[in-house]
């Protein structure tokens, strides 16, 4: 049944669904990585100390470079949720051109003819919103979450940059 609809949304449905899949996809990813610098968190504290060291730089800037090394992925997120909703809307208005068409060349006897371009409208603007919806939700709370990694990280090495100066 819901191929039914994705084959009625056509080519704008099938290309909703892609980039909802690979949107999901890099988000199943990035919750998994986030969840497991939480849970180890320790363990990166010792690798950052370490890797300050070693390299002989200032905690502020060894934690800018693991926090942009994490965010790779996330504006992917956030395009898949700005997107969507334009598809959609793109979709309605050919379905609506689609209606239209239909109606100046065979008139409003057969309602059967011009309902496949209001359809087409639907899907696409349903499709479109359930795609973007949870990506802008998705795309904030990781956001969110490594802001608040990357604070946590500052507060941890503020002193620890302060001893070395």
């Known amino acids: 049944m819901i191929l039914t609809y994705i084959n009625q949304g056509g080519i704008i449905a099938w290309i909703l669904l892609a980039m909802g899949t690979f949107g999901l996809s ?15 968190k320790q363990k990166y504290l010792s690798l950052i100390k370490e890797q300050m060291h ?17 965010e790779v992925g996330l504006p992917t997120i956030r395009i898949v949720a700005t997107i969507s909703p334009l598809l959609g809307l793109l979709g309605t208005v050919i379905g609506i051109l689609i209606t239209f068409e239909t109606i100046s060349q065979s008139g409003l006897e057969n309602v059967k003819l011009f309902a496949d371009g209001i359809v087409l409208a639907l899907i696409t603007t349903i499709i479109g919103l359930i795609v973007s919806i949870p990506h802008y939700i998705a795309y904030n709370y990781l956001i969110h979450q490594l802001d608040s990694l990357q604070i946590e990280l500052e507060k941890e090495f503020l002193l620890y940059d302060k001893e070395d100066i």
Do not use: H, Q
């Not at 070693?54 to 090394?69: D, G, L």
């Open 54 to 70: 070693k390299k002989n730089i200032f905690a502020k800037e060894y934690i800018n470079s693991f926090i942009n090394k994490k």
């Open 26 to 40: 890099i988000t199943i990813y990035k919750t998994i990585e986030f969840a497991y610098i939480l849970k180890y």
